[in-house]
T-cell receptor, first 114, second 112 residues
Framework: DARVTQTPRHKVTEMGQEVTMRCQPILGHNTVFWYRQTMMQGLELLAYFRNRAPLDDSGMPKDRFSAEMPDATLATLKIQPSEPRDSAVYFC????????????FGEGSRLTVL | QKEVEQNSGPLSVPEGAIASLNCTYSDRGSQSFFWYRQYSGKSPELIMSIYSNGDKEDGRFTAQLNKASQYVSLLIRDSQPSDSATYLCAVYGSGGYNKLIFGAGTRLAVHP
């Protein structure tokens, strides 16, 4: 059963700490998205990659967030230093062809920054 | 103006009724439109896609698209309590890289 895998599922940390979230897309999917979801803002697109190359990270606060895809099976989202306003659920999603819209979402990483 | 707008709800309908969910988008060049369903505490899942003007039916769900009005809707017939969830409208923009933008979602509550 192919699925997008995200770790950690839950993370509680203190302000100022570094947080790294990981995503394993479905094998063969070449486009990976990072979204952040909060009650106030809904699902916000942070960044996305195609064939491991970053295509758009305009939704991401550049001073503290970074996203990478070191290989085809791993995408990472790092926050350093973390702030309470970063508390949210972070979703990774992948698709095999652009414009089908059939995003396959991971279960999300729920981040709480105290 | 947000790129994809939805009424946040909650939309409350009785079991067996038709639920109508609406979405407008700002990019006139958008070509692909989607409805995702998200249960509380879960990740979004795709329920409908539509690419051409008109209606597309799949079981109890009908998606409607009007590109001239930049409007897309989802009708759920014979609503069931299990349909209670947040429904997210998503649109691929016409700009470079074709990023998928989501609306904030409409919360639907189907009461027995």
């Amino acid at each position: 059963d192919a699925r997008v895998t995200q770790t950690p599922r839950h993370k509680v940390t203190e302000m100022g700490q570094e947080v790294t979230m990981r995503c394993q897309p479905i094998l063969g999917h070449n486009t990976v998205f990072w979204y952040r979801q909060t009650m106030m803002q809904g699902l916000e697109l942070l960044a996305y990659f195609r064939n491991r190359a970053p295509l758009d990270d305009s939704g991401m606060p550049k001073d503290r967030f970074s996203a990478e895809m070191p290989d085809a099976t791993l995408a990472t989202l790092k926050i350093q230093p973390s702030e309470p306003r970063d508390s949210a659920v972070y979703f990774c999603a992948s698709i095999d062809r652009v414009n089908t819209g059939e995003l396959f979402f991971g279960e999300g990483s729920r981040l709480t920054v105290l | 103006q947000k790129e994809v707008e939805q009424n946040s709800g909650p939309l409350s309908v009785p079991e067996g009724a038709i639920a109508s969910l609406n979405c407008t988008y700002s990019d006139r060049g958008s070509q692909s439109f989607f409805w995702y369903r998200q249960y509380s505490g879960k990740s979004p899942e795709l329920i409908m896609s539509i690419y051409s003007n008109g209606d597309k039916e799949d079981g109890r769900f009908t998606a409607q698209l009007n590109k001239a009005s930049q409007y897309v809707s989802l009708l759920i017939r014979d609503s069931q309590p299990s349909d209670s969830a947040t429904y997210l409208c998503a649109v691929y923009g016409s700009g470079g890289y074709n990023k998928l933008i989501f609306g904030a979602g409409t919360r639907l509550a189907v009461h027995p």
